[in-house]
Each structure stands twice: as C-alpha cells, then as structure tokens.
C-alpha cells in the first residue's frame, strides 16, 4: 500500500541553519510528491511538489528532490528563518484524488 | 494560486447542537472537494471525498449520519457536524481539486470546541 514517513520532530533550529526534513515514501505505482506548511492555527499550504522521478520542487528557498531509487523526498533549506516555523507534511498522490500524509514535523527557528 | 476558504473559522457551540461548515473554491470549480480532520499535533485524518452532484465517499470508522456533507454545487460543499459532543472538538479542514488537477488546495481550518 501507500504511505509516508517522516522524521520525528520537534525540531528546533537557531535562524541561519541549514534545514533538512527526511520523508520516504512507500507507494504501489508513480506517485506526486508534495510537501505542504502549516503555520500556526492555519491550514495546510502548498509548498513545493515533484511528479515524477528525479524532479526537484522549490519554492522560498525550499527544495525537495524526487529520489526514486531510496524512495525519498527530503526537504532542505540552506538558511532558515523564524518565519519557517512551522509544521511540514509530506504527502503523496497518485491519482491527484487519495492524498497520504505524514504525521508531521514541527519546525521551531530561534534567532 | 487556487484559494479556498472556509466558514466559519472558530465555533464554539453546545452540546446536543448541529454546526455547518462550508468550504468554497474562489477562484476555480471543484470537482472534488475533501473533508479532513486533524488532532492536535496529529496529521490530517481523511473523513470523506465529496463530488458535486453526487453522494460523499467516507472513510472506514467515519459516522456519514454523524457528519454530513452535501457538495451542492461546483464551489461549494458543507459539512454538517450534527449533534456535536466534546469529542467532536477539531480541527476540520477541506481541500479541493479543479478538473483534471491533481493539487488539492486547502482551506484555512474550521476549530471546532463543542462544550
């Protein structure tokens, strides 16, 4: 079956740091992969997605690649900034329609 | 980028009470549209898919009697919490896709605290 992994949070990072959020993925066919924000007592936002192998999705600052061969889809930023945190879901979709996410991570950056 | 909203944002509301919660797609046509709820500093638990016109798909161990949804148009889908308990207290969040796009675009949250 289909499912998400992700690394255990809180994570807490001082303002600059580089960020990395590891998510594996376990899917039956050619999943989308996507990461998606929540901000405090907010919905879920779109951050950035890969629809296929070996794809990189970006946005502020953010990358993720798709890595088919280790079933990942890691997220990285090379300087956080208080305004990131946040909680990341990773998620995916193979048919745009069954949306699987992970338990999310929490992001804490400190000046 | 697609933006959906939610109404209300916070209710409060008595036991015994029915509360509706309305999603709406602003600025596309949603086909489909999700209704997820979501457990302090849990993930999103899918509750049930909803396509216009038709009857809402729920998830094993969701009460459709309990939670009622109706997508009455291309923009629009409610989710009726009907006698709502404590334990119906959330956070509820519905997403949408357009026709033939595979993001799904999500509101804001509705929290939800039944005293």
């Known amino acids: 079956g289909n499912s998400v992994t992700q690394m255990e949070g809180p994570v807490t990072l001082s303002e600059e740091a580089f960020l990395t959020i590891n998510c594996t993925y376990t899917?039956?066919?050619?999943?989308?992969l996507f990461w998606y924000v929540q901000y405090p007592g907010e919905g879920l936002q779109l951050l950035l997605k890969a629809t296929k192998a070996d794809d990189k999705g970006s946005n502020k600052g953010f990358e993720a690649t798709y890595r088919k061969e280790t079933t990942s889809f890691h997220l990285e930023k090379g300087s956080v900034q208080v305004s990131d945190s946040a909680v990341y879901f990773c998620a995916l979709s193979e048919t745009g329609n069954q949306f699987y996410f992970g338990t999310g991570t929490s992001l804490t950056v400190i000046p | 980028g697609a933006v959906v909203s939610q109404h209300p944002s916070w209710v409060i509301c008595k036991s015994g009470t029915s509360v509706k919660i309305e999603c709406r797609s602003l600025d596309f046509q949603a086909t489909t549209m999700f209704w997820y709820r979501q457990f302090p500093k849990q993930s999103l638990m899918l509750m049930a898919t909803?396509?216009?016109?038709?009857?809402?798909?729920?998830e094993q161990g969701v009460e459709k009697d309990k939670f009622l949804i109706n997508h009455a148009s291309l923009t629009l889908s409610t989710l009726t919490v009907t006698s709502a308990h404590p334990e119906d207290s959330s956070f509820y969040i519905c997403s949408a896709i357009n026709s033939g796009g595979e993001t799904q675009y999500f509101g804001p949250g509705t929290r939800l605290l039944v005293l």
């Open positions: 899917a039956t066919g050619y999943p989308s």
């Open positions: 909803s396509n216009e016109g038709s009857k809402a798909t729920y």
